[in-house]
């Protein structure tokens, strides 16, 4: 199967200015403090794995779809404390999201959703391939499809 796409996990720069905050520093953004309990269960949207229980990870709303289109959209997410920005090869799937039954978004170049997706994780590749064969496809979103939540960008590559 060829390799045309990139899964973009969010950069840390974003997040870094909350993890120096108190909680109720935290509190008057929207966000939350807290410490993983289970595993899976607290997947970070800018490392793209799961957090180890006992760490300590940000709940905060993020706009991840920041669009001029009806398709604008926002939603909560995790970020460890921790978290180092990954990088992922080309056709590289992590864990954190074949694990998971994951909803896929297809948009295009104008922010607008041309195509959608239920599929179990481990289905995502050639889920991918098939969106992308689609030249109006310009990028995908990935959801947890259980919680809803925005889970990472898929480019072109």
Same mark, same amino acid.
């Given at each position: ?7 973009? %996990? ?7 200015? @909350?993890? /120096?905050?108190?909680?109720? $520093?935290?509190?008057?953004? &929207? ?9 899976? &269960? ?9 957090? $180890? ?10 706009? *991840? *779809? ?22 992922? !090869?080309? &056709?590289?799937?992590? =864990?954190?999201?074949? /694990? ?10 104008? %922010?607008?959703?041309?195509?959608? !997706?239920?599929?179990?994780?481990? $289905? ?9 064969? =689609?030249?109006?496809?310009?990028? @995908? *979103?990935? *959801? ?10 898929? $480019?072109?590559?």
């Amino acid at each position: 199967m060829k390799t045309n796409f990139r899964i973009v %996990g969010l950069p840390l720069t974003q997040f870094e200015p @909350l993890f /120096s905050l108190d909680d109720n $520093e935290l509190a008057q953004k &929207g966000a939350r403090r807290l410490i993983v309990d289970a595993k899976p &269960g607290f997947p970070c949207r800018v490392s793209l794995q799961d957090a $180890e229980i006992g760490e300590r990870v940000i709940l905060a709303p993020f706009v *991840h *779809h920041d669009v001029e289109s009806p398709y604008r959209a926002s939603g909560a997410i995790f970020v460890r404390e921790t978290a180092k920005e990954i990088e992922l !090869a080309p &056709g590289e799937i992590p =864990d954190v999201v074949t /694990s998971r039954v994951m909803s896929v978004r297809a948009y295009n170049a104008k %922010g607008m959703m041309v195509n959608a !997706a239920v599929i179990p994780g481990k $289905e995502l590749e050639s889920q991918i391939e098939k969106f992308f064969d =689609d030249a109006k496809v310009s990028y @995908l *979103h990935l *959801h947890n499809a259980g919680a809803g939540c925005y889970s990472c960008r898929v $480019e072109r590559s």
